[in-house]
């Protein structure tokens, strides 16, 4: 029943764009999870912290950091967007303005992955 | 299956649901059940664009509208019942207005009136050009506001229960299960509308198929004046889907080909706002004549909006728009709509008197299921729906009345057994060679050749034979799907059988009334007969064919006179 | 020209595809193809219809996987094969016939009429209202029920007593009335955990609507109503 | 029908819908600027952002542990909020919905509490 949330067959870009805020939510939700999870070895001490960040801030998990912030920055962008929607403004022209948001999530990503990259890369 | 109610209304079109909040209105204690074969909003109703007229402003009276009508009607109409609902219709437009139709407005936020056909004061209120739709929905939304009324939604009647000349009950078959279900009532109200797909080019949703009134008269109800069928001037080509009289109360113009407006040589003072009956003859004849414009689908007539601007259209005539739009690809704002006469109106009926009661105790009959005759020979435009709320709540509450002294009636096991058997094993059950989509067709053929604005003998000689043929044919049929829940099939067979014996007594009346009035016009008798003919049509049923009896109409106030425009 | 329609049918067990090849000419659109089928190639194809001009709401099925009014949709402007399915969200009861009486429960739920306290049935009186007023509402007075918003309605998709975006919407008809006193009592039924909360703004339903109505709009107009009137009912 | 119009308008006293929908636009509006800063402060500032004595030397200035606090707080609502009205959406949901909402708040007092516990060491 729930796959109904992500069908896409025959749906506008607004069903999509639903489908895939309640994807983000959930994975960004996992991800405060882990997060907190992890953050516990900041009590353990230096060592142990930095064995872990230098085993996340690796080319190898770098993969994984783009697309989480793929994920947070849309769940972001596309918030504002419902938000602004939901508090009742804008119905008439949220075509276009479902348009900008995507534009601006993809350039916000290509933006931040660069500098991810170069950061991790130590460029 | 046996249910009980005091009340049952079958059909839920405006007078249907009118019917029943007269009847809620009347007592709390009533219970009602309502009987309809699809859901209320999808009732033929909706289709209705145009209005409905009531006098409300200084300038108009009760008179005025009751004239126009009786005019409209060639003298036919019952005059006593044409002043009651002259009276009545005022408070029903205000009732509208207080259950939420949205009415369209004038500046000062009164209700609005526009200009319609045969009317010689603006008094049709519309909303918009959805009129019935948005009338429908309110009176549906309304009705949910009553407890006591129980609704049985795609419930297909199959028989009427008649013991002693009078009403026990009828039979419907649940769709969703296909179980047949006796309603054991006191009171029944016939609301299922006119017979208009007996037409092949016709105006009229899929599920117009005279269901009421033929199994009415296969009970030994008469029908009345069937021969008459409204021919609506506007129906767009090719489908029929009806281009709104508002078209032309709005300052629309009918032009032929040579882009004459023609109706100046037939109504020169109201011009394209004549009639109905004279308007659709005016057409016919343009395009009879070699003055209609050619298309694949035949020839056709331009109804001409250019001229009235992109922001009245809009306003005033939105569904027209979109319609033409989506259904030809023509933008009225733009270009002329092509338009030709179409199957529009059963002016006939359940015969009723103006209380709507039926010769039968206890059957009531309402809107174009029932004739009471205030449309004698040809309806006026935006009368009809006016008709279903003023008799929808006449027969309400006189059905109210009626059983609020009357005693439940019981029916007895054998009667269900013997109609569950007629239709599973009979109808259902039954092995033959003719398929009931085949006769539907060439039923509207014939009804389209034959029996259509101008009529003459030797085609309605012709027709009847037809008809009867048919008929005979029909005992043949085999129902391909043989499931039980929601057979459309079976629904459909019953339809058509319930039209053939509603076309014979069209056609058997036509042949027999030797004179033209109102929508019936008969080249071989153009003129109108008074000295014979000034009297209603009653047809029963036998099983050779109707028998036919005349009563005369009810004059009070208005001899006939010349009808001219 | 022939036009291959590919039905999904349902003989009330078991659901199966089947194609049928029907001559096509200009103009003729969706219904009157399974019309044609119903008619003369096979008589136990169920479908519902009535009006064909699109006003009655009845003939509501998927098309291509949008649901659409099937009166008012040319097949020559889907292409030359098309696939027709029951509306999702719904029971289907047999080929492309579904059940609707729980989206009429739920209709009849938020009190869809007016509500005035000097209701008069035996004596009405004339109501003024201006054009403005009028047009403040009359946009959602246009809907068909016809169930399109609801079948693509993810929270509808998984929860059965969400009242969905044509409920919510002649809820917020009436409210915008200016003849209406009911307000807060269709609030009070909207506002439930089965009500407006359950909208996302998917905003499915704006874009399917036959008759142009946004819902969505209607949906995110009462919910912010309520949530205001809300918050003042805890300082009151 | 006035005596209807009181009896129903009790049921608006319902505010735990409203209040969770209206402070989960909130939230997320907060949450758009805090996550923003957070994200930026950690990958794009330098380097040097990540090493244990700059991270414990943030969490124990007061302006960062409040920032904290309220990050958590907020990312802790939002997120398990809107857990809770995806669980809702389902029918599953429409039975239980006490249910839903309690495991959804104590999701959110763990988040939140155990969050903040991390900042009060420092």
Same mark, same amino acid.
């Given at each position: 029943?729930?796959?109904?949330?992500?069908?896409?067959?025959?749906?506008?870009?607004?069903?999509?764009?639903?489908?895939?805020?309640?994807?983000?939510?959930?994975?960004?939700?996992?991800?405060?999870?882990?997060?907190?999870?992890?953050?516990?070895?900041?009590?353990?001490?230096?060592?142990?912290?930095?064995?872990?960040?230098?085993?996340?801030?690796?080319?190898?998990?770098?993969?994984?950091?783009?697309?989480?912030?793929?994920?947070?920055?849309?769940?972001?962008?596309?918030?504002?967007?419902?938000?602004?929607?939901?508090?009742?403004?804008?119905?008439?022209?949220?075509?276009?303005?479902?348009?900008?948001?995507?534009?601006?999530?993809?350039?916000?990503?290509?933006?931040?992955?660069?500098?991810?990259?170069?950061?991790?890369?130590?460029? | 299956?046996?249910?009980?109610?005091?009340?049952?209304i079958v059909g839920a079109g405006l007078a249907g649901m009118?019917a029943?909040?007269?009847? *809620?209105?009347?007592?709390?204690?009533?219970?009602?059940?309502?009987i309809s074969k699809t859901?209320p909003?999808r009732c033929h109703s909706v289709c209705a664009?145009?209005?409905?007229?009531?006098?409300?402003?200084?300038?108009?009276?009760?008179?005025?509208?009751?004239?126009?009508?009786?005019?409209?009607?060639?003298?036919?109409?019952?005059?006593?019942?044409?002043?009651?609902?002259?009276?009545?219709?005022?408070?029903?437009?205000?009732?509208?207005?207080?259950?939420?139709?949205?009415?369209?407005?004038?500046?000062?936020?009164?209700?609005?009136?526009?200009?319609?056909?045969?009317?010689?004061?603006?008094?049709?209120?519309?909303?918009?050009?959805?009129?019935g739709?948005?009338?429908v929905?309110?009176?549906?939304?309304?009705?949910?506001?009553?407890?006591?009324?129980?609704?049985?939604?795609?419930?297909?009647l199959?028989?009427?229960?008649?013991?002693?000349?009078?009403?026990?009950?009828?039979?419907?078959?649940?769709?969703?299960?296909?179980?047949?279900?006796?309603?054991?009532?006191?009171?029944?109200i016939l609301a299922t509308g006119g017979a208009g797909r007996l037409?092949?080019?016709t105006t009229y949703s899929h599920t117009v198929t005279g269901d009421g009134m033929a199994v009415a008269?296969?009970?030994?109800?008469?029908?009345?004046?069937?021969?008459?069928?409204?021919?609506?001037?506007?129906?767009?080509?090719?489908?029929?889907?009806?281009?709104?009289?508002?078209?032309?109360?709005?300052?629309?113009?009918?032009?032929?080909?040579?882009?004459?407006?023609?109706?100046?040589?037939?109504?020169?003072?109201?011009?394209?706002?004549?009639?109905?009956?004279?308007? *659709?003859?005016?057409?016919?004849?343009?395009?009879?004549?070699?003055?209609?414009?050619?298309?694949?689908?035949?020839?056709?007539?331009?109804?001409?909006?250019?001229?009235?601007?992109?922001?009245?259209?809009?306003?005033?005539?939105?569904?027209?728009?979109?319609?033409?739009?989506?259904?030809?690809?023509?933008?009225?704002?733009?270009?002329?709509?092509?338009?030709?006469?179409?199957?529009h109106y059963t002016m006939g009926g359940v015969?009723?008197?103006?209380?709507?009661?039926?010769?039968?105790?206890?059957?009531?009959a309402a809107g174009e299921a029932g004739c009471?005759?205030?449309?004698?020979?040809?309806?006026?435009?935006?009368?009809s729906t006016?008709e279903c709320?003023?008799f929808g709540? *006449?027969?309400?509450?006189?059905?109210?009345?009626?059983?609020?002294?009357?005693?439940?009636?019981?029916?007895?096991?054998?009667?269900?057994? *013997?109609?569950?058997?007629?239709?599973?094993?009979?109808?259902?059950?039954?092995?033959?060679?003719?398929?009931?989509?085949?006769?539907?067709?060439?039923?509207?053929?014939?009804?389209?050749?034959?029996?259509?604005?101008?009529?003459?003998?030797?085609?309605?000689?012709?027709?009847?034979?037809?008809?009867?043929?048919?008929?005979?044919?029909?005992?043949?049929?085999?129902?391909?799907?043989?499931?039980?829940?929601?057979?459309?099939?079976?629904?459909?067979?019953?339809e058509?059988?319930y039209m053939?014996?509603l076309?014979?007594?069209?056609?058997?009346?036509?042949?027999?009334?030797?004179?033209?009035?109102?929508?019936?016009?008969?080249?071989?008798?153009?003129?109108?007969?008074?000295?014979?003919?000034?009297?209603?049509?009653?047809?029963?049923?036998?099983?050779?064919?109707?028998?036919?009896?005349?009563?005369?109409?009810?004059?009070?106030?208005?001899?006939?006179?010349?009808?001219?425009? | 020209?022939?036009?291959?329609?590919?039905?999904?049918?349902?003989?009330?067990?078991?659901?199966?595809?089947?194609?049928?090849?029907?001559?096509?000419?200009?103009?003729?659109?969706?219904?009157?193809?399974?019309?044609?089928?119903?008619?003369?190639?096979?008589?136990?194809?169920?479908?519902?219809?009535s009006c064909?001009?699109?006003?009655c709401?009845?003939?509501?099925?998927?098309?291509?996987?949008?649901?659409?009014?099937?009166?008012?949709?040319?097949?020559?402007?889907?292409?030359?094969?098309?696939?027709?399915?029951?509306?999702?969200?719904?029971?289907?009861?047999?080929?492309?016939?579904?059940?609707?009486?729980?989206?009429?429960?739920?209709?009849?739920?938020?009190?869809?009429?007016?509500?005035?306290?000097?209701?008069?049935?035996?004596?009405?009186?004339?109501?003024?209202?201006?054009?403005?007023?009028?047009?403040?509402?009359?946009?959602?007075?246009?809907?068909?029920?016809?169930?399109?918003?609801?079948?693509?309605?993810?929270?509808?998709?998984?929860?059965?007593?969400?009242?969905?975006?044509?409920?919510?919407?002649?809820?917020?008809?009436?409210?915008?009335?200016?003849?209406?006193?009911?307000?807060?009592?269709?609030?009070?039924?909207?506002?439930?955990?089965?009500?407006?909360?359950?909208?996302?703004?998917?905003?499915?339903?704006?874009?399917?609507?036959?008759?142009?109505?946004?819902?969505?709009?209607?949906?995110?107009?009462?919910?912010?109503?309520?949530?205001?009137?809300?918050?003042?009912?805890?300082?009151? | 029908?006035?005596?209807?119009?009181?009896?129903?308008?009790?049921?608006?006293?319902?505010?735990?819908?409203?209040?969770?929908?209206?402070?989960?636009?909130?939230?997320?509006?907060?949450?758009?600027?805090?996550?923003?800063?957070?994200?930026?402060?950690?990958?794009?500032?330098?380097?040097?952002?990540?090493?244990?004595?700059?991270?414990?030397?943030?969490?124990?200035?007061?302006?960062?542990?409040?920032?904290?606090?309220?990050?958590?707080?907020?990312?802790?609502?939002?997120?398990?909020?809107?857990?809770?009205?995806?669980?809702?959406?389902?029918?599953?949901?429409?039975?239980?919905?006490?249910?839903?909402?309690?495991?959804?708040?104590?999701?959110?007092?763990?988040?939140?509490?155990?969050?903040?516990?991390?900042?009060?060491?420092?």
């Open positions: 029943m729930w796959q109904k949330w992500f069908s896409v067959k025959g749906k506008s870009l607004f069903s999509i764009a639903f489908s895939l805020h309640r994807l983000t939510g959930v994975v960004l939700t996992i991800y405060l999870c882990m997060h907190l999870a992890y953050l516990t070895s900041i009590r353990m001490g230096k060592e142990v912290f930095e064995s872990f960040i230098a085993t996340t801030v690796t080319p190898q998990f770098l993969i994984f950091d783009i697309l989480l912030v793929l994920a947070g920055i849309y769940h972001g962008v596309n918030g504002l967007r419902l938000i602004l929607h939901e508090f009742g403004l804008t119905y008439e022209s949220r075509k276009s303005i479902l348009y900008v948001s995507v534009a601006i999530v993809l350039i916000v990503w290509l933006i931040a992955s660069y500098r991810m990259y170069t950061f991790v890369m130590g460029v | 299956m046996k249910v009980q109610h005091d009340i049952v009118r029943v909040i007269a009847a *809620a209105e009347k007592s709390k204690k009533l219970s009602i059940a309502l859901y909003i664009e145009g209005g409905t007229a009531a006098v409300m402003r200084e300038g108009d009276s009760f008179d005025l509208h009751a004239w126009d009508t009786v005019k409209g009607s060639d003298f036919l109409a019952d005059q006593d019942a044409v002043e009651f609902f002259v009276r009545e219709m005022p408070k029903e437009i205000l009732r509208l207005d207080n259950w939420g139709c949205p009415w369209s407005r004038t500046e000062d936020g009164l209700i609005a009136q526009r200009a319609f056909g045969g009317h010689s004061f603006n008094r049709t209120i519309f909303a918009a050009d959805r009129t739709f948005h009338e929905h309110t009176l549906y939304e309304r009705m949910l506001m009553y407890p006591n009324v129980i609704r049985y939604d795609e419930y297909f199959t028989s009427l229960v008649i013991e002693d000349g009078k009403i026990k009950g009828l039979t419907a078959i649940e769709l969703k299960t296909g179980d047949l279900i006796l309603f054991e009532a006191k009171a029944v037409y092949g080019f008269y296969r009970a030994g109800v008469p029908l009345k004046d069937m021969e008459f069928f409204q021919f609506h001037p506007t129906g767009l080509v090719p489908s029929g889907i009806l281009m709104t009289e508002a078209c032309r109360g709005e300052g629309g113009y009918l032009r032929n080909k040579d882009g004459e407006r023609f109706m100046e040589r037939y109504a020169p003072e109201k011009m394209e706002l004549a009639p109905r009956d004279v308007v *659709a003859r005016a057409m016919w004849k343009e395009i009879l004549e070699g003055r209609g414009i050619e298309s694949e689908h035949g020839y056709y007539i331009a109804l001409d909006l250019t001229h009235l601007g992109e922001e009245k259209i809009n306003e005033r005539l939105p569904l027209i728009r979109d319609a033409a739009i989506k259904f030809v690809g023509i933008d009225p704002v733009e270009e002329p709509i092509p338009v030709r006469p179409v199957a015969h009723t008197n103006a209380n709507c009661e039926s010769p039968v105790k206890g059957l009531y009471v005759s205030i449309h004698g020979a040809n309806r006026l435009g935006s009368n006016a709320l003023v709540r *006449a027969a309400g509450e006189k059905a109210a009345e009626y059983v609020l002294n009357a005693d439940y009636s019981h029916v007895s096991n054998e009667v269900y057994k *013997a109609e569950e058997s007629r239709i599973f094993d009979e109808i259902l059950g039954k092995s033959g060679d003719e398929n009931p989509y085949q006769l539907k067709k060439e039923l509207n053929e014939t009804m389209d050749k034959n029996l259509w604005i101008f009529r003459i003998e030797d085609e309605l000689k012709e027709a009847v034979k037809k008809i009867k043929e048919l008929k005979e044919r029909f005992n043949n049929v085999e129902i391909v799907d043989k499931t039980k829940g929601f057979n459309t099939d079976l629904v459909y067979t019953f058509v059988g053939l014996d076309a014979e007594v069209v056609a058997i009346g036509a042949l027999n009334r030797t004179e033209s009035r109102g929508a019936h016009y008969r080249l071989d008798y153009p003129k109108r007969d008074d000295e014979n003919w000034l009297k209603h049509t009653l047809a029963y049923y036998t099983p050779d064919g109707p028998r036919f009896e005349y009563i005369p109409v009810t004059i009070t106030k208005w001899e006939p006179v010349e009808r001219k425009y | 020209m022939d036009v291959e329609f590919r039905i999904r049918r349902f003989d009330g067990e078991k659901s199966y595809w089947q194609t049928f090849n029907i001559p096509v000419k200009r103009g003729m659109t969706v219904l009157e193809g399974l019309y044609y089928i119903k008619e003369n190639l096979d008589g136990s194809l169920t479908f519902r219809a064909r001009m699109a006003i709401g009845s003939c509501a099925v998927k098309i291509n996987g949008k649901p659409r009014l099937a009166c008012e949709t040319q097949i020559l402007e889907i292409g030359n094969s098309l696939e027709v399915e029951p509306l999702d969200n719904f029971k289907v009861i047999k080929d492309l016939v579904t059940d609707f009486e729980g989206f009429f429960k739920k209709h009849e739920a938020v009190k869809p009429y007016l509500i005035r306290k000097d209701d008069n049935y035996e004596e009405p009186v004339e109501l003024i209202q201006s054009p403005k007023e009028l047009h403040a509402y009359y946009d959602f007075t246009l809907c068909v029920k016809c169930g399109a918003c609801y079948s693509v309605c993810p929270a509808a998709a998984t929860r059965d007593d969400y009242l969905g975006p044509a409920a919510i919407t002649a809820a917020y008809r009436f409210n915008a009335d200016s003849r209406d006193e009911g307000e807060k009592i269709r609030l009070a039924l909207v506002c439930g955990d089965n009500g407006v909360w359950r909208c996302h703004f998917a905003a499915e339903c704006s874009e399917v609507c036959p008759k142009q109505i946004d819902p969505a709009k209607a949906v995110q107009k009462i919910r912010f109503k309520s949530a205001i009137e809300t918050i003042k009912s805890i300082f009151r | 029908m006035a005596n209807e119009i009181n009896k129903e308008e009790m049921h608006t006293k319902r505010v735990l819908e409203p209040l969770a929908w209206i402070f989960q636009l909130i939230s997320g509006l907060i949450l758009t600027v805090l996550v923003t800063f957070h994200f930026y402060e950690t990958h794009f500032v330098s380097h040097e952002a990540m090493e244990y004595e700059l991270v414990v030397s943030r969490l124990s200035s007061l302006g960062y542990k409040i920032m904290y606090a309220l990050l958590v707080f907020f990312v802790a609502f939002h997120a398990f909020n809107g857990v809770r009205a995806i669980l809702l959406d389902t029918n599953f949901g429409a039975k239980y919905p006490q249910v839903v909402n309690s495991l959804c708040f104590l999701a959110f007092l763990i988040a939140f509490g155990y969050g903040s516990l991390l900042l009060l060491v420092f």
